[in-house]
T-cell receptor, first 112, second 115 residues
Framework: KAGVTQTPRYLIKTRGQQVTLSCSPI?????VSWYQQTPGQGLQFLFE???????NKGNFPGRFSGRQFSNSRSEMNVSTLELGDSALYLC???????????FGPGTRLLVL | KQEVTQIPAALSVPEGENLVLNCSFT??????LQWFRQDPGKGLTSLLL?????REQTSGRLNASLDKSSGRSTLYIAASQPGDSATYLC??????????????FGKGTLLTVNP
């Protein structure tokens, strides 16, 4: 059974640009969550989607957005990038959000 | 607001030693608690999930316990090996639905097992 995949794995952008990250969950999983990981703040919750609906959003500015498609694949978008957005962005999927979360390898974003 | 704390932040032990990692959380209204492992530059690997109604879970050399009322969990690793070297993260899921559909993570414990 294939695991959670994330693309791209690495990304370099400059301030002011926007970026779109993609996540393909494990087949059959309908819940997809996104997290940001930085050395200073650790892992912080961004948002969670279930059956194309955003059910919960973390404490991030509106520049961070996401969506989920009918096949459960999810994308997150960050507009007007800032230096502080440099981080490892992790996606996790599960059958239901309150069950074991399976994480992808992450997308490492560097903003210059 | 749920807060999760892990102690110690770093731990170095010789191979073969048994060890305990600690996790505490401020809000006991949790649905479950998960322990993860993260290797440098990689994603997270789920190790154990304990439902709020359970007291412990075991997988191989790993045993996790949960005391929900006191807001504590421990991860016990038996006969540690160099391959166990990684960062171990504890995370809780709230049980009141709605805004609690998320994992709240601790900062992790960096474990080094020396040959």
């Amino acid at each position: 059974k294939a695991g959670v995949t994330q693309t791209p794995r690495y990304l370099i952008k400059t301030r002011g640009q926007q970026v779109t990250l993609s996540c393909s969950p494990i087949s059959g999983h309908r819940s997809v969550s996104w997290y940001q990981q930085t050395p200073g703040q650790g892992l912080q919750f961004l948002f969670e989607y279930f059956s194309e609906t955003q059910r919960n959003k973390g404490n991030f500015p509106g520049r961070f957005s996401g969506r989920q498609f009918s096949n459960s694949r999810s994308e997150m978008n960050v507009s007007t990038l800032e230096l502080g957005d440099s981080a490892l962005y992790l996606c996790a999927s599960s059958l239901r959000v309150q069950e074991t979360q399976y994480f992808g390898p992450g997308t490492r974003l560097l903003v210059l | 607001k749920q807060e999760v704390t892990q102690i110690p932040a770093a731990l170095s032990v010789p191979e073969g030693e048994n060890l305990v990692l600690n996790c505490s959380f401020t809000d006991s209204a949790i649905y479950n608690l998960q322990w993860f492992r993260q290797d440098p530059g990689k994603g997270l690997t789920s190790l154990l999930l304990i439902q709020s109604s359970q007291r412990e879970q075991t997988s191989g050399r790993l045993n996790a316990s949960l005391d929900k009322s006191s807001g504590r969990s421990t991860l016990y690793i038996a006969a540690s090996q160099p391959g166990d070297s990684a960062t171990y993260l504890c995370a809780v899921t709230g049980d009141s639905g709605g805004s609690n559909y998320k994992l709240t993570f601790g900062k992790g414990t960096l474990l080094t097992v020396n040959p």
